[in-house]
């Protein structure tokens, strides 16, 4: 079996939305980014302290991690302590429900050759709960309609379902450092209807390399995104619009554009990095060349400053106050809240403008008010 699924459940977003692209990206190198690479680490830093707090005595890996800090510890620990909850949660359904950490889970049965890996998996009676832990901040996960999560969900009924006698699926996504746990329910019935007629038949499709290409938001992980002539016709249809002043367009064109415009800032982003690699590799454009950017100074050798900089009798430091991460982790958790619980604020957002199926409330603006009065 090879190591990494062409239909994989952290890809289904995309596959299932665009099916001819999981062949497309099939032979594009994947390259990992800083990010992915810090996700790895939090990860293992995650199953270090469930399979800890279960009492396996398993070996640290704090050493071999690249990117651990107290936020990546604060935030594991937060994760390590839900899950322990739901494992308490779950012995109410039955007396002997079982957890797994990184669990592989086989959905073959739907998607060709599909599997992938489960963070935790606790399964009981009446109830099947599938927890994945999310590190990364970008893109705020939403467990209601997740394919990834459905996968995996699919892939744990195949094995436990006659073990146990599972009737509800509930899907979670921890997001820490979005201050994230969203939960999701179906039935298993449900599920298991959407895999024959959802899943199964796009699967198909995405193995064979068949169906249409479709641009949408699943681009936005895509290898082929920048190249994608499919996307480029999506994000060219506002070249439409005639764009003067902005004062001489009516609302209605403006919410014509609207739904497009972080999509065609994306596109046109992946567009000159993409020229960008290709320029460094020798390709020309016509009417541009590569040059250096602006840069920074910095010091060579800080230890070295700081003693230069001591021994002419000089503070090199400056003093500042620990952020809210470093200071938990300084006191703990408990004594954090207990010194300085009624010194935290959490101030009103910056207004964004967002589509009116994202789930957050509507913000009382001075229009608003006005309404309000009348």
Same mark, same amino acid.
């Given at each position: 079996?090879?190591?990494?699924?062409?239909?994989?459940?952290?890809?289904?977003?995309?596959?299932?939305?665009?099916?001819?692209?999981?062949?497309?990206?099939?032979?594009?190198?994947?390259?990992?980014?800083?990010?992915?690479?810090?996700?790895?680490?939090?990860?293992?830093?995650?199953?270090?302290?469930?399979?800890?707090?279960?009492?396996?005595?398993?070996?640290?890996?704090?050493?071999?991690l690249d990117f651990f800090d107290a936020e990546m510890d604060n935030c594991t620990e937060e994760y390590a302590d839900y899950v322990m909850e739901q494992l308490e949660a779950a012995k109410e359904l039955c007396s002997d429900p079982k957890l797994m950490i990184e669990e592989h889970l086989d959905f073959s049965r739907w998607v060709p050759h599909g599997f992938g890996t489960g963070d935790a998996v606790i399964v009981a009676d009446k109830e099947l709960h599938i927890i994945d832990f999310?590190?990364?901040?970008?893109?705020?996960? !939403?467990?209601?309609?997740? *394919?990834?999560?459905?996968?995996?969900?699919? #892939? %744990?009924? $195949?094995?436990?379902? =006659?073990?146990?006698?599972?009737?509800?699926?509930?899907?979670?996504?921890?997001?820490?450092?979005?201050?994230?746990?969203?939960?999701?329910?179906?039935?298993?019935?449900?599920?298991?209807?959407?895999? !024959?007629?959802?899943?199964? *038949?796009?699967?198909?499709?995405?193995?064979? #390399? %068949?169906? $249409?290409?479709?641009? =949408?938001?699943?681009?936005?992980?895509?290898?082929?995104k920048a190249a994608c002539r499919k996307r480029a016709e999506y994000n060219l249809e506002l070249a439409k619009y005639d764009f003067e002043m902005?004062?001489?367009? !009516?609302?209605?064109?403006?919410?014509?554009?609207?739904?497009?415009?972080?999509?065609?800032?994306?596109?046109?982003?992946?567009?000159?990095?993409?020229?960008?690699?290709?320029?460094?590799?020798?390709?020309?454009y016509d009417g541009f060349k590569v040059v250096e950017g602006r840069s920074v100074r910095k010091y060579t050798d800080e230890a070295a400053v700081a003693s230069t900089v001591e021994a002419a009798g000089y503070d090199p430091y400056e003093k500042k106050l620990l952020g809210l991460t470093a200071m938990t982790s300084l006191l703990g958790k408990k004594k954090f809240e207990e010194l300085l619980g009624g010194f935290i604020v959490k101030p009103q957002g910056k207004p964004v403008l967002v589509p009116d199926t994202d789930k957050r409330q509507p913000m009382n603006t001075a229009a608003n008010d006005f309404k309000d009065l009348d």
């Open positions: 079996m090879p190591k990494h699924a062409l239909l994989s459940a952290s890809s289904a977003h995309r596959w299932l939305a665009c099916p001819p692209s999981a062949k497309a990206c099939e032979d594009i190198e994947e390259r990992a980014s800083p990010y992915a690479k810090q996700g790895t680490d939090a990860h293992s830093l995650c199953e270090y302290k469930v399979k800890k707090a279960l009492g396996l005595n398993p070996e640290g890996p704090t050493e071999d999310k590190y990364g901040v970008g893109v705020f996960v !939403e467990a209601d309609g997740n *394919p990834q999560m459905r996968c995996y969900a699919l #892939g %744990a009924l $195949d094995t436990y379902d =006659g073990i146990y006698d599972i009737e509800t699926v509930k899907m979670t996504i921890f997001q820490p450092r979005r201050g994230n746990i969203s939960t999701a329910t179906m039935d298993k019935a449900d599920l298991l209807k959407w895999a !024959e007629e959802v899943l199964s *038949p796009t699967a198909k499709l995405a193995y064979d #390399g %068949a169906g $249409d290409y479709k641009a =949408g938001d699943h681009c936005q992980f895509c290898k082929l902005p004062a001489t367009l !009516e609302q209605t064109e403006i919410a014509a554009i609207l739904p497009k415009i972080d999509e065609l800032i994306s596109w046109g982003n992946d567009i000159k990095e993409y020229a960008l690699q290709q320029a460094l590799s020798g390709v020309s």
